[in-house]
């Protein structure tokens, strides 16, 4: 994600520019791919966020897939429990995003930020209601939205 760098503010409305890695046959899953003749996975994967900084990037938006590596460790199937209220938390205003789309609310941080990243999550509706409460305490460490 890069923000318009005349008169605006850094705040200014984002642009979007998809930046993505894909394999010939389509897939995104890297853990079949061959490496190219030479070149180590590690220097690949360098090169892609390399180029993700160069087109002026101040965040990413990636999956729960790709973040459960990232992540403390997962959360227990809440099996039934009511969905819960959606609730825009912002706390580190000035790094870049690290955005995760993440349906089912499973992993757990430990804190709101990831590699000098802002951690976003952006959770499916039927994320129960003390899920999002104690994943909105586990990256904001605000015990005003602890569960008590």
């Known amino acids: 994600m890069a923000t318009d760098t005349g008169s605006g503010p850094l705040n200014a409305r984002p642009?979007?520019?998809c930046h993505m890695d894909t394999g010939l046959d389509a897939?995104?899953?890297v853990s079949s791919w061959c490496a190219t003749a030479g070149v180590e996975r590690s220097d690949q994967t360098d090169l892609y966020?390399?180029?993700m900084r160069g087109v002026g990037a101040r965040?990413?938006?990636?999956g729960r897939v790709?973040?459960?590596?990232?992540a403390k460790g997962m959360a227990e199937d809440p099996g039934g429990a009511a969905p819960a209220r959606r609730l825009h938390l912002?706390?580190?205003?000035?790094?870049?995003l690290a955005v995760v789309l993440d349906p089912s609310?499973?992993?757990?941080?430990?804190s709101g930020?990831?590699?000098?990243?802002?951690?976003?999550?952006?959770?499916?509706?039927?994320v129960p209601e003390h899920q999002a409460v104690h994943l909105r305490y586990e990256v904001s460490r605000d015990t005003s939205v602890r569960e008590g």
């Open 105 to 110: 609310g499973k992993p757990h941080w430990e």
């Open 27 to 29: 897939r995104v899953d």
């Open 15 to 17: 642009r979007v520019i």
């Open 59 to 62: 965040g990413y938006i990636v």
């Open 90 to 96: 912002g706390v580190n205003r000035d790094l870049p």
């Open 49 to 51: 966020y390399e180029l």
């Open 66 to 70: 790709t973040m459960d590596p990232y």
């Open 113 to 126: 930020v990831l590699d000098g990243e802002h951690l976003v999550m952006v959770l499916g509706p039927e």
